[in-house]
């Protein structure tokens, strides 16, 4: 029986291939000149240079995070490339200016762009190791008078956005990631939604670690102005290499007024191989302000990639009446370890909070939910409900749930509830008995379990998803 | 029923089976033929639940002798799913929970994977949906049954009734139901004998695992094997449970003792 669990674990990473590609990279090393390089090669006004300045400072005094519980070997900065990016003459006006070599490796991914982004009706910008490369779809948005654009675009184009709510929700000082990112980052995404809009399609990035050694520090920005809508998707992927590469991003979004912004996150970063080798450190700073009142942000992600995952997508609620979601699906298998989970800040009068998380450890791997849930003494009739689900499968793999609660006020409800189950042997033996193949029953019950999480995601994305499960536990059970 | 020149469906051999290092079956012998109904009855820890799951194909028990046919085809080799696809069902005494998968949905998948089997067509579920109304109401089961999370927080009785809805779609050639009948109150008790009976036809056979006599007044056994120490000890016709009804098996028990003394 085992064999046959191990055989739906054990399949290949799909996205592991690298692109031959011309790059034009910086050598490795963080120092003030190497920010100052990246700053001018991004021809960025002084205010950024002495942000990232600010922050690179700040990370001096600062030590790395002990508390996640995942081991990992310690990471020397110093032998990081913080800037590789496609070499190209000049930004691209259309997508047939786009290395065909880079086309070709967005096409492997199955990424929709181009005459299937049109297709799929998504929006597309792609950020390949340090650059944005494309933003589809740019004219289409901005006839709504929204922004949809590479980071470093919006830096030239709309500087009094980006100095308006740069580091608003995530300040440099926040954590030790969050630090680098702010000195180091090179692109991402920035999406405006304007007031009382609502986002005709689905915006999207797809992130793509490409160079070994390098880094990925891309920083996204979305602000929803009141009574707008917007549905923003992430894919993210990179090479197998038998090295270690860090991926420390930081997300901030902000709802204003009766804003609503739906987040979700696919990560199928490479996991490293069986024994553990090689593999993304996936260090990234997610938070979301509900800054207006009714506004509501919610994440889901799912979680299937990365040596290493660290991270905790979180809602500041202080506008009242505010909303904060996450449904979380994080599996782990082989040697990787996840230690994610959220935060919710309860600032705003009657705000109310979501958290559905579904772990799913197998292999040798280890698996936490850490989640704090904190009501402020102002936070009258504040609500939460919290789920934290654990499947095992197998007898080797860990899974753990550390649920921080803080009330600070009496008229509070916080209801915490947590499962631990395990696709042993008797559930298997059950579906076989009835003719259902192992593979398939382990995927049935996999997809009833992951179904509360799945069902927040976009009809498309779910799909993937879905596949990715399956790819990802191919092999793991017998 | 007794069927002259019926097929052998179930041939069981001096079968040797253990779990950890554990011998629990310690040569087993049975034969079933078609149109048949038999009970196996002994106390508890006999090793009845063992023999099920053995036949069934459960990988922690380990078959080290005997012989174990079904028509004919050694099972020895073949994986539970195998032999779910040749037509033997158990019925579980303890059915596992499953959170989030559909009892629909698992229904349907079993149903189409054995009858693709068959070299039937699938159904799609609209199509599912008619097919299983008519076994919902043989067991007085209602359509929301079909909504709810497989065995999820079901009572004892639904499980037991849930277990006899599989074997009603699935319509196998050999059913061996492991204690359907326990904790069962008698209005469940009879629904459930009533849907085995119009269930069982001349050509498939029943093998019920019961350590009450109660289940046998309304599914009428035509052999009786009573279990001890992992093997069957005595073999009777109908007769044998009107005998143990009214004089319990411990004096089977002691025969046997004295047998072997
Ligand atoms: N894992 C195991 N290791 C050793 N003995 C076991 C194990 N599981 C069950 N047994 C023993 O097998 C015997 C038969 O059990 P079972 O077949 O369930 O009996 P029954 O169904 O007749 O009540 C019991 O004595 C039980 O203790
Ligand atoms: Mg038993």
Redesign the interface.
């Known amino acids: ?1 085992s064999t046959a669990i191990d055989n739906i674990l054990n399949q290949p990473y799909k996205a592991g291939f690298h692109t031959e590609i011309e790059t034009d990279s910086m050598a490795r090393g963080l120092s003030e000149d190497v920010i100052r390089t990246i700053s001018s090669k991004k021809n960025e006004p002084d205010w950024l240079l002495e942000f990232r300045l600010n922050a690179y400072r700040h990370w001096l005094t600062m030590t790395e995070p002990k508390w996640p519980n995942v081991t990992y070997p310690k990471i020397d900065f110093q032998d990081i490339i913080y800037y590789s990016a496609p070499k190209s003459k000049t930004t691209k006006k259309s997508m047939d200016e786009v290395d065909p070599e880079l086309l070709k490796t967005f096409e492997k991914l199955g990424i929709p762009m181009n005459e299937r982004a049109a297709l799929a009706g998504v929006a597309v910008d792609v950020v390949f190791d340090s650059v944005s490369v494309t933003t589809t779809y740019k004219e289409k948005l901005a006839e709504y008078g929204i922004i949809f654009c590479s980071f470093s675009e919006a830096v030239r184009d709309h500087p009094d956005l980006i100095k308006k709510y740069l580091g608003s929700v995530v300040p440099y000082t926040d954590n030790f990631y969050s630090a680098l990112n702010s000195a180091v980052f090179t692109d991402g995404s920035f999406c405006y939604i304007p007031k009382g809009v609502k986002c005709p399609m689905d915006l999207s990035t797809y992130f793509r670690i490409n160079t070994q050694d390098s880094g990925q520090f891309e920083r996204t920005l979305i602000v929803a102005e009141e009574g707008s809508q917007v549905c923003y998707l992430e894919g993210c992927t990179a090479p197998q290499f038998d090295t270690n590469q860090l991926h420390a991003a930081v997300v901030e979004l902000i709802a204003l007024d009766d804003a609503d912004i739906k987040y979700s996150t696919v990560q199928n970063w490479y996991a490293g191989d069986e024994n553990g080798v090689g593999g993304i450190f996936n260090f990234v700073t997610k938070r979301g302000l509900c800054k207006g009142k009714n506004s509501k942000i919610s994440w889901t992600q799912v979680e299937t990639g990365s040596a290493v995952t660290w991270k905790y997508p979180s809602c500041v609620l202080l506008g009242d009446n505010s909303v904060g979601e996450f449904y979380s699906v994080a599996l782990t298998n082989h040697m990787q370890q996840a230690d994610t989970g959220t935060k919710m800040f309860h600032i705003g009068k009657n705000t109310r909070s979501r958290i559905i998380s579904k772990g799913i450890s197998a292999g040798k791997s280890n698996n936490s939910y850490r989640g704090l849930v904190k009501v402020s003494p102002k936070a009258d009739g504040a609500r939460n409900y919290s789920q934290c689900d654990s499947m095992l499968i197998g007898d080797l793999s860990c899974a753990n749930t550390f649920p921080y609660i803080e009330v600070a006020n009496k008229s509070a409800t916080v209801e915490h509830e947590a499962s631990t ?1 395990k696709i042993g ?3 298997l ?10 593979e ?1 029953a382990v995927s ?2 996999i ?6 999480v799945f069902m927040h995601l976009p009809m498309e994305f779910a799909v993937e998803a879905t596949k990715l499960l399956g790819l990802k536990l191919e092999g793991s059970v017998g | 029923m007794i069927i002259k020149n019926a097929e052998t469906i179930l041939s069981v051999h001096n079968l040797v089976a253990s779990i950890d290092g554990t011998q629990i079956l310690k040569g087993f012998d049975i034969t079933v033929k078609a149109g048949e109904i038999h009970a196996i009855m002994g106390p508890n820890g006999s090793g009845k639940s063992t023999f099920s799951k053995v036949l069934a194909g459960h990988p922690s028990y380990k078959v080290d002798g005997g012989t174990l046919e079904f028509k004919g085809q050694s099972l020895m080799d073949l994986e539970p799913d195998e032999r779910a696809k040749l037509g033997i069902f158990l019925g579980f005494q303890y059915p596992v929970e499953v959170p989030g998968v559909t009892n629909g949905s698992f229904l349907r998948l079993a149903y189409n994977t054995v009858q693709g089997a068959r070299g039937k067509d699938e159904l799609d579920p609209l199509e599912f949906d008619d097919f299983i109304q008519s076994k919902l109401s043989l067991l007085g089961m209602d359509a929301s049954f079909l909504e709810r999370s497989l065995n999820d927080g079901f009572s004892g009785g639904e499980k037991k009734r849930n277990e006899i809805l599989q074997m009603a779609i699935l319509e196998p050639t050999l059913a061996i139901l492991d204690e359907t009948d326990s904790g069962l109150d008698i209005d469940a008790l009879r629904v459930i004998a009533n849907g085995v009976n119009t269930l069982h036809g001349d050509s498939d056979a029943v093998v019920l695992v019961t350590h009450y006599q109660r289940l046998l007044n309304y599914i009428e056994p035509d052999f009786i094997h009573v279990v001890d120490g992992g093997r069957v000890i005595k073999t009777g016709d109908k007769s044998l449970a009107h005998e143990l009804e009214s004089r319990g098996y411990e004096w089977v028990l002691d025969e046997n003792r004295s047998k072997a003394a």
């Open positions: 029986m189950s042997e008797e559930q033996f059950y579906f076989l008995s009835r003719g259902i193949g192992s398939e049935m019950i997809n009833g379990f992951v179904r509360d």
